[in-house]
């Protein structure tokens, strides 16, 4: 059965579509520091993750939120998962610009971590999250780690093999 949480067009979507143009525009003028096959690598990871992830713990058998304004899946939910690929173009993109070695990443993972938490924070503020069945925020911290972690390990996976030292 669908569940309406509303029916206009309003700050949810406008936030999405707002956050992906700006996103977007960012990236075309910041200098490069990745080639174009590695940006088009980072973004997919992004919309792959969130989509996987948005599709995992969104349905059945657990339900823990919606997305948007219905339970059923709409147009404004796929830009909202496209809205994903810039963070992690970004996150990769900081990553190779400041270098990190060692316990950094760490650190580096953790305040990525708590970013993202807090634009869900936000993100549940302007109705673009509907919590489920006792979901609690706190949960998506550790998923954040825990992906980013492996973006980082595919990142430098990605290095070797390029430079064929595997």
């Known amino acids: 059965m669908?569940?309406?949480y509303e029916r206009a067009f309003d700050a949810n979507e406008w936030f999405v579509l707002a956050?992906?143009?700006l996103s977007l525009i960012l990236i075309w003028k910041l200098p490069k520091k990745l080639s174009g096959l590695e940006t088009a690598v980072h973004l997919t990871i992004g919309v792959f993750i969130g989509m996987f992830f948005d599709h995992t713990i969104s349905i059945r058998p657990w339900d823990f939120?919606?997305?948007?304004?219905?339970?059923n899946y709409q147009i404004i939910d796929l830009v909202s998962y496209i809205m994903y690929?810039?963070?992690s173009y970004f996150f990769i993109y900081l990553y190779v610009k400041l270098n990190l070695k060692g316990y950094m990443n760490i650190l580096y993972v953790t305040i990525w971590s708590i970013v993202a938490v807090l634009i869900e924070w936000f993100s549940v503020k302007l109705g673009i999250?509907?919590?489920?069945?006792g979901y609690q925020m706190a949960w998506s911290f550790p998923i954040?780690?825990?992906?980013q972690t492996l973006q980082i390990m595919f990142y430098k996976i990605s290095l070797k093999m390029e430079k064929g030292t595997e």
């Open 144 to 147: 954040y780690a825990f992906v």
């Open 85 to 87: 690929g810039p963070y």
């Open 19 to 21: 956050n992906l143009l």
């Open 129 to 133: 999250f509907h919590y489920e069945k």
């Open 2 to 4: 669908e569940k309406i």
């Open 65 to 71: 939120y919606d997305v948007n304004d219905t339970s």
